[in-house]
């Protein structure tokens, strides 16, 4: 079982910057990541990154270049470290744990949450 619990939102203007940290417990998972859920919209994937092997990461599209995905595997700490915010990127930011190191951004393959952490972007 693992425990995941998010930390680091906040309120920030449009072209600041946050940084995301999720404190990971229990049996490691292969593939730890990042979602985020707006109002009204369905949960989306954001990033993710894999525990094993070459640390090879993944990014939806529009916050490649903006967010970094990282992990400290010594503190089992995973991070979002996220620049140029813009408002679009509102939402309810959700750290999630998958047992397989095979590439899936899809909510449901992934079986552990944490409770989320809000960021807000103003214009």
């Known amino acids: 079982q693992v425990e995941l619990v998010e930390s680091g939102g906040g309120l920030v203007q449009t072209g600041g910057s946050l940084r995301l940290s999720c404190a990971i417990s229990?049996?490691?998972?292969?593939?730890v990541g990042w979602f985020r859920q707006a109002p009204g919209k369905e949960r989306e994937f954001v990033a993710a990154?894999?525990?094993?092997?070459?640390?090879?990461?993944y990014y939806r599209e529009s916050v490649k270049g903006r967010f970094t995905i990282s992990r400290d595997s010594a503190k089992n700490m995973l991070y979002l470290q996220m620049n140029s915010l813009k408002p679009e990127d509102t939402a309810v930011y959700y750290c999630?744990?998958?047992?397989?190191?095979?590439?899936?951004?899809?909510?449901?393959?992934?079986?552990?949450w944490g409770q989320g952490t809000q960021v807000t972007v103003s214009s």
């Open positions: 990154i894999i525990t094993w092997g070459d640390g090879t990461t």
């Open positions: 999630a744990a998958r047992n397989s190191y095979v590439y899936n951004d899809s909510p449901t393959a992934f079986g552990a």
């Open positions: 229990g049996r490691s998972r292969p593939t």
